[in-house]
């Protein structure tokens, strides 16, 4: 199985900031990343797709980028909304694992 | 409206069996993967198998092989997740998902990824 790691598994941030969250895949897989959120009580959210692609509705200040190994998400300015855990997905291989999640506090 | 709508909670006890359900609408059920995933309290996201409702083809990841059984019916747009004899470490929140497909960038196959996700259905084993 490929494994997915994410960083950092928590942290503090206020309104306004930009926050990046990083995945690492233990094998090269491209840009086969996916990036949900998860808010408390809900099912996961898609937000990107392959590494970069914007779901249709997300807001612009989502972004992700990388590819091969190493991948990047981005919120741009920090909404209130925007607290809540992110999970990165490989859908490179069977199975298409998910990372262990960063979850976004607010400071 | 499209949706994927799951059964209701189930509290059991340890070696009983369940099966629950993820039935879609307002779009063709049997042309997309319908993924399970597991989620225990507290706990991140786990890939548990898919299916393609059109014919069964299923997959499995290892970690769940024998485990459980995931099943379709394409009559009533329905799939289905189930076990045979549950134990109190099957407690956990299992949604169901569509997979969707998209050309990728040159080089690259299709991307696949869950767009479309059921509200979840809580399991609870416990004696």
């Known amino acids: 199985d490929i494994q997915m790691t994410q960083s950092p598994s928590s942290l503090s941030a206020s309104v306004g900031d930009r926050v990046t969250i990083t995945c690492r895949a233990s094998q090269s897989i491209s840009s086969y990343l996916n990036w949900y959120q998860q808010k408390p009580g809900k099912a996961p959210n898609l937000l990107i797709y392959g590494a970069s692609s914007l779901q249709s509705g997300v807001p612009s200040r989502f972004s992700g980028s990388g590819s091969g190994t190493d991948f990047t998400l981005t919120i741009s300015s920090l909404q209130p909304e925007d607290f809540a855990t992110y999970y990165c997905?490989?859908?490179?291989?069977?199975?298409?694992?998910f990372g262990q999640g960063t979850k976004v506090e607010i400071k | 409206e499209v949706q994927l709508v799951q059964s209701g909670a189930e509290v059991k006890k340890p070696g009983e069996s369940l099966k629950i359900s993820c039935k879609g609408s307002?779009?063709?059920?049997?042309?997309?993967?319908i993924g399970w995933v597991r989620q225990m309290p507290g706990k991140g996201l786990e890939w548990m198998g898919i299916?393609?409702?059109?014919?069964?083809?299923?997959r499995y990841s290892p970690s769940f092989q024998g485990q459980v059984t995931i099943s379709a019916d394409k009559s009533i747009s329905t799939a289905y997740l189930q076990w045979s004899s549950l134990k109190a470490s099957d407690t956990a929140m299992y949604y169901c998902a569509r997979r969707m497909a998209v050309a990728g960038r040159p080089g690259d196959g299709s991307y696949w990824y869950f767009d479309l996700w059921g509200r979840g259905t809580l399991v609870t084993v416990s004696s």
């Open positions: 307002g779009y063709s059920f049997i042309s997309y993967w």
């Open positions: 299916i393609y409702p059109g014919n069964s083809d299923t």
């Open positions: 997905q490989q859908s490179y291989s069977s199975p298409r694992t």
